[in-house]
């Protein structure tokens, strides 16, 4: 294809990584930076090199494999070891009435995050059983959108590897299976002593959350065993913002931001769009500033100073990487350059305090580009803001408040940045609290311990040695969903309900109070909730975790519990999923100036850092804190960034790893050899805490700076989660966001990563992502070019081209047509009258780059709502990830060490109504419908492959192997050689389980397949799979406008209206970039997107006519630190911020020698020959061009 292109290149060398109008440099990894040869053919094959290869690893291994595959076959067919026979029941004994078969019943719930918060939730339920999960659109936090965390969360119910009943340690015979009964008969006994020392040497660790039932059960605990140790426990907790409150307003408080009227932005190392209790909240509101329908619209800015990148800095328009402590030295040169203008009201100190440390020198960012940030600030005064993250000291969080003061955001009308009360548990230092515990477990003064919901045996602090002093506690109890390290090394392991099985309630971080209510009957009955645990400990014989809830709430009410008004009031709240009017109000908020300057007064930045003496940066990913450890979809989730799966390795900046000879094998190609990927291994030191860790490069990251990653390294999570990754708790002191003076150090070996990050790689096109700085977007928004095309000199037929579309190939290629007649739209162009085209619904999609910050949560709604399965590190680094919906991360800029721009874009399927997939299918399994959608016939693929040959998007998937059917790492069937047998292959097989035969490999559990979605097809091996625009949807909304009477036969504008359904990406999405709708209602919001100045098809120059548009990124920049486009992109064939030394862009080889500049962006006389060849094939087809 990349010789036959449309668009004219150079022959006969290597394209160059993607330049897009202004001439900036796109590119996804290292190699494409480089532009090795090697990624060159990497990228033009449709798969990646080992895709298509079934075997792997030595032939030792294979023989060994075969032999054994062989005898077993051989063993199956004795008679005794045939197939048990099932019956098939019929789901029609006592059904509930309001059950429907394939009809989905929707239930209001919630969740509780880690730390406190909560997400509202709608679950989908399919005849009794819970499928997917969405956000209720009535919460405040979630509006309809929800997070990785609260979606992903339903596969936690449906883990074969869960605690399924009570585990006595006895300490002769080891590990005993019991009962409920025998847990109450011994905690009867044992805890009835403790009532009368008081709870003396009996402690409590439990999940640190908000929720009103769960604090009353608290205190009744306290009420019996006043002596008792109560410690709330969150392991990735961070100190900075809760102390930083305590500094600057006098007492911890919840800090609460309103982005939506907003105008300029610093961010101090905060990932606000995607981390912590609001990011919801925070990522729609923020998104909504950086879009712009007009000219005359304004956008916000936003300065982001980071260690690492993250969605967040994705969508800044200045993004600065550095180290925590320069980031910290910034806040105060910001401060300096603010109060010295504008000091607030009581700011006098504060001033002489910072114009004291005028000095301090700020590493990676110019001295005018702080005080150009700080004008700007000033400037918009009233709508600034500044938000410090979670590696800053709580004396950063403290100063920022005096900012946010000095620019007016702290205000009691209307007020940008606003805290309501905050809980004494979730402000109380979990850190601290568990080094006080530990002491007191190392002197016997602990005979008790009870965890709940907690895993310290594998999260605790490094020093502590809380394994060991656990052990040493003589009775050890643990309550727990998933199986935990905690649980295997208990007294007492006890099977918990999920927050799908179980009653409950949880407090969001604004106040609404949002009930728990279960889905599904405890899968492996009886099974307690955490609250109904504490009532049995307390002596409850039969605890209702319903009785416990409402009655809380009715003392919250004043109302009786049995009342008819608080019965109203609580099927109101279980069917909204909130309470209303419990969201708390704004405190007037009052900041002491002195405080914060005798603060500054006393801190001091730490120096830059150094090779000797490194930063570490500790954050959490798609895991968290661990507790998704054994949770595929999050392990297979590429991280936003570096689009690692299934490990954590230490990242580094490309100039740290060459200074340190921690490059990875392979040199400048490291990642497309016919190899996984392998990551030098390195010992990482800090404060004399050693560990060996995996090495890999990141882009964007702050040289001298390590990025460590919480939550892998686990022991005894479960099948999917044992073995991945690297436990760096064991670094990591209590409550600690970053440490100093480590060192990294090359070890023996390597280590393989599987990264998707070259996978599915565009081919050298130069406009796949697009972006315009604000201003050139100001001028020439509404603009509609219609002209003679600069290269062939032939007029356009077109209705012109906005202008996202001049910034593309269509602006100088030959008019779009086709010899090719569709019969659904009766013509060659655009659909004729009375074609199927042009009646409704026609479907399709848009999907904003200018909000998009790569969170993923699309990828994981989709993978929730398709049944998609998880296939492994293995197959993933393979390129056989099976994915819908991918996440293309790009850089932009000519440093690799410090791009400029991150860009995400979503890449699913578009839906072309010209598809090349479609022609080339020799048996029709992909086909296109009258509604514009393309479908596959899965029973009618035969694996070819050819669609996903000619799919110039690569965005079809191919099940190589059994994935939805085998079980995940199961090893062999038990049912063919025993259970011995089959438990000791599940984790002793190394090399590839898809390689046993289907007869003899372990298949899904039973409990694994309930979470399939049933009118979604599970897909076997061999067969083509890919996007369908959620077709399932498409179809039950046609039954229901039916069905309700809204769309009659007369009715063809419209026939469903406009947000009655979305598609799962579409309803996840937290920043609402994803539209999709009928594109001929004009009323839709997709219309209007499409319609957008900012609206371009990708790869619209193939005239493919896809059904999924995209929305150009308009930049923001500050002229006194950089402007983007330098010259107008749409006056000549390139910009002036990256070399012109090719003819792929504008001013290189190819450039006219005349020096007369054409309209084109992209001129290559050397392709001259090959183009007019193309024109003279198209006339001789009877089409001018």
């Given at each position: 294809m990349s010789t036959l292109d449309h668009c004219p290149s150079k022959s006969g060398l290597s394209p160059e990584a993607p330049r897009g109008a202004s001439g900036m440099k796109y590119w996804r990894s290292v190699e494409e930076f480089s532009n090795t040869p090697e990624f060159t053919q990497f990228v033009q094959r449709e798969f990646p090199p080992e895709a298509s290869e079934l075997l792997t690893g030595s032939r030792r291994s294979f023989v060994k494999l075969m032999g054994a595959s062989l005898a077993l076959a051989g063993a199956a067919t004795i008679p005794g070891c045939r197939r048990p026979q099932r019956a098939v029941m019929p789901y029609s004994k006592d059904v509930p009435e309001e059950i429907i078969p394939g009809r989905p019943l929707y239930y209001a719930s919630a969740i509780p995050l880690p730390g406190g918060g909560a997400e509202g939730l709608l679950v989908e339920t399919h005849t009794g059983r819970p499928t997917h999960i969405e956000g209720n659109p009535l919460h405040p936090i979630n509006r309809g959108a929800a997070s990785v965390y609260s979606i992903a969360s339903i596969l936690g119910l449906y883990d074969p590897d869960r605690l399924k009943f009570p585990v006595y340690n006895n300490p002769s015979r080891g590990p005993l299976p019991a009962t409920w009964d025998d847990f109450k008969a011994f905690a009867y006994r044992h805890f009835k002593d403790y009532a009368e020392r008081r709870g003396e040497g009996l402690a409590f660790i439990v999940d640190k959350k908000s929720s009103p039932t769960h604090n009353a059960m608290r205190d009744r605990v306290l009420a019996m065993w006043p002596s008792a140790t109560w410690l709330a426990w969150n392991p990735a907790e961070v100190r900075g913002q809760v102390e930083g409150a305590r500094l600057a307003l006098g007492s911890p408080k919840k800090v609460h931001y309103n982005l939506s009227g907003v105008r300029a932005v610093l961010s101090l190392d905060s990932n606000f769009a995607d981390e912590g209790p609001e990011a919801i909240v925070h990522a729609r509101a923020f998104a909504a500033t950086r879009r712009v329908a007009h000219g005359s619209d304004e956008m916000s800015r936003l300065y982001a100073a980071e260690s690492s990148p993250t969605p967040t800095g994705a969508l800044a328009d200045h993004r600065f990487r550095m180290a925590p402590s320069q980031i910290s030295a910034l806040a105060l040169a910001v401060a300096h350059e603010i109060m010295k203008s504008q000091p607030p009201a009581g700011g006098a100190g504060l001033k002489s305090a910072l114009a004291a440390m005028e000095g301090v020198s700020v590493a990676g960012i110019e001295p005018a580009h702080v005080e150009a940030i700080a004008h700007d600030l000033l400037n918009n005064k009233g709508r600034a803001l500044v938000i410090a993250g979670r590696s800053q000291p709580p004396e950063v969080h403290a100063l920022v408040w005096a900012i946010n003061v000095a620019l007016g955001a702290v205000r009691d009308s209307n007020p940008i940045v606003w805290t309501t009360p905050l809980d004494a548990e979730l402000a109380s230092d979990a850190g601290a609290g568990i080094a006080a515990l530990v002491e007191r477990m190392d002197r016997g003064e602990i005979q008790t311990l009870v965890c709940i919901g907690t895993n310290p045996v594998y999260d605790a602090p490094a020093g502590l040695d809380f394994a060991e002093k656990f052990a040493r506690v003589k009775t050890t109890i643990c309550w727990s969903v998933p199986l935990t390290e905690t649980a295997a090394a208990a007294t007492w392991s006890l099977n918990g309900a999920h927050s799908l099985e179980s009653w409950g309630d949880v407090e969001a971080w604004d106040g609404t109070l949002s009930a728990i209510q279960p889905m599904i009957a405890p899968l492996y009955e009886p099974a307690l909730s955490d609250i109904e645990l504490l009532a049995l400990l307390m002596g409850d014989e039969n605890p209702d975790g319903y009785t416990l809830v409402t009655g809380v709430w009715a003392d919250r009410l004043a109302l009786g519990r049995d009342s008819a008004a608080f019965e109203k009031t609580w099927k109101r709240a279980l069917h909204n999923g909130l309470l209303d009017s419990t969201a708390h109000r704004p405190e007037s908020v009052s900041v002491r100036m002195d405080a914060v300057a005798d603060a500054v007064r006393a801190f001091r930045p730490g120096a830059a850092p150094s090779s000797s003496a490194m930063e570490v940066v500790f954050a959490t990913g798609s895991v968290g804190d661990g507790r998704g450890a054994n949770n595929g979809w999050l392990?297979?989730?590429?991280?936003?960034?570096?689009?690692?799966?299934?490990?954590?390795?230490?990242?580094?900046?490309?100039?740290?790893?060459?200074?340190?000879?921690?490059?990875?094998?392979?040199?400048?190609?490291?990642?497309?050899?016919?190899?996984?990927?392998?990551?030098?291994?390195?010992?990482?030191?800090?404060?004399?805490?050693?560990?060996?860790?995996?090495?890999?490069?990141?882009?964007?990251?702050?040289?001298?700076?390590?990025?460590?990653?919480?939550?892998?390294?686990?022991?005894?999570?479960?099948?999917?989660?044992?073995?991945?990754?690297?436990?760096?708790?064991a670094v990591r002191a209590a409550g600690a966001a970053t440490a100093t003076g480590a060192t990294l150090e090359r070890a023996r070996g390597t280590h393989p990563i599987a990264s998707t990050q070259n996978h599915w790689s565009l081919e050298s096109r130069t406009s796949i992502v697009r972006a315009i700085d604000r201003k050139?977007?100001?001028?020439?928004?509404?603009?509609?070019?219609?002209?003679?095309?600069?290269?062939?000199?032939?007029?356009?037929?077109?209705?012109?081209?906005?202008?996202?579309?001049?910034?593309?190939?269509?602006?100088?290629?030959?008019?779009?047509?086709?010899?090719?007649?569709?019969?659904?739209?009766?013509?060659?162009?655009?659909?004729?009258?009375?074609?199927?085209?042009?009646?409704?619904?026609?479907?399709?999609?848009?999907?904003?780059?200018?909000?998009?910050?790569?969170?993923?949560?699309?990828?994981?709604?989709?993978?929730?709502?398709?049944?998609?399965?998880?296939?492994g590190r293995n197959e993933v680094a393979k390129g056989r990830e099976m994915h819908w919906i991918r996440v293309d991360r790009y850089f932009a800029g000519d440093d690799l060490n410090d791009p400029t721009h991150l860009y995400m874009q979503p890449v699913a399927c578009v839906h072309c109504e010209n598809a090349p997939c479609e022609t080339v299918c020799p048996v029709t399994a992909t086909t296109h419908d009258p509604e514009g959608t393309n479908n596959m016939a899965y029973n009618r693929c035969i694996g070819t492959r050819y669609c996903a040959n000619n799919c110039p998007y690569k965005v079809r998937r191919f099940n190589f192997f059994d994935y939805a059917v085998a079980k995940f790492k199961g090893g062999l069937d038990a049912q063919y050689v025993g259970k011995t047998i089959a438990k000791g292959t599940a984790k002793g097989i190394e090399f590839n389980q898809n390689l046993i035969p289907p007869r003899l490999r372990a298949k899904v559990d039973e409990i694994t397949k309930m979470q399939h979605n049933p009118n979604v097809t599970v897909r076997s091996r061999g067969v083509m799979e890919k996007c369908t625009y959620c077709i399932q949807r498409i179809n039950r909304a046609k039954q229901e406008v039916k069905a309700r009477n809204i769309w009659t036969s007369a009715d063809q504008t419209a026939p469903i209206p406009d947000g009655f359904f979305k598609t799962a990406c579409q309803a996840a999405c937290p920043t609402e970039s994803i539209v999709f709708g009928d594109i001929l209602d004009p009323g839709s919001k997709v219309s209007a997107a499409r319609a957008s100045d900012r609206s371009y098809m990708l790869l619209g120059y193939l005239n493919t006519r896809p059904r999924t548009t995209y929305a150009l990124r308009v930049r923001n920049p500050n002229e006194k630190i950089r402007v983007f486009d330098h010259e107008d992109p749409l006056a000549h064939g390139g910009g002036h911020d990256a070399p012109h030394d090719d003819g792929s862009h504008g001013g290189g080889h190819g450039a006219d020698p005349s020096g007369e500049r054409h309209g084109s962006i992209f001129i290559d006389r050397e392709r001259s020959t090959h183009d007019r060849g193309y024109a003279m094939s198209l006339r001789v087809l009877g089409v001018q061009a």
């Open positions: 392990q297979e989730l590429p991280d936003p960034a570096s689009k690692v799966v299934w490990a954590n390795p230490a990242y580094v900046s490309p100039a740290t790893a060459r200074e340190l000879g921690l490059l990875p094998v392979g040199g400048d190609d490291p990642y497309t050899k016919k190899q996984i990927p392998e990551g030098r291994m390195a010992t990482l030191n800090v404060g004399g805490k050693r560990m060996e860790i995996a090495v890999w490069i990141q882009p964007g990251m702050p040289d001298h700076t390590v990025r460590l990653v919480l939550g892998y390294g686990r022991t005894a999570a479960g099948l999917v989660g044992d073995a991945v990754g690297w436990n760096t708790y050139w977007w100001t001028e020439h928004a509404g603009s509609v070019v219609n002209r003679p095309d600069a290269v062939y000199g032939t007029a356009r037929s077109d209705n012109g081209l906005n202008l996202a579309e001049q910034l593309g190939e269509l602006s100088h290629t030959p008019e779009n047509v086709s010899i090719y007649h569709n019969p659904l739209n009766q013509s060659a162009q655009d659909p004729a009258a009375g074609s199927a085209y042009s009646r409704g619904p026609q479907w399709g999609m848009s999907i904003d780059l200018a909000s998009c910050t790569g969170c993923g949560v699309c990828t994981i709604a989709c993978q929730s709502e398709n049944n998609i399965p998880v296939v």
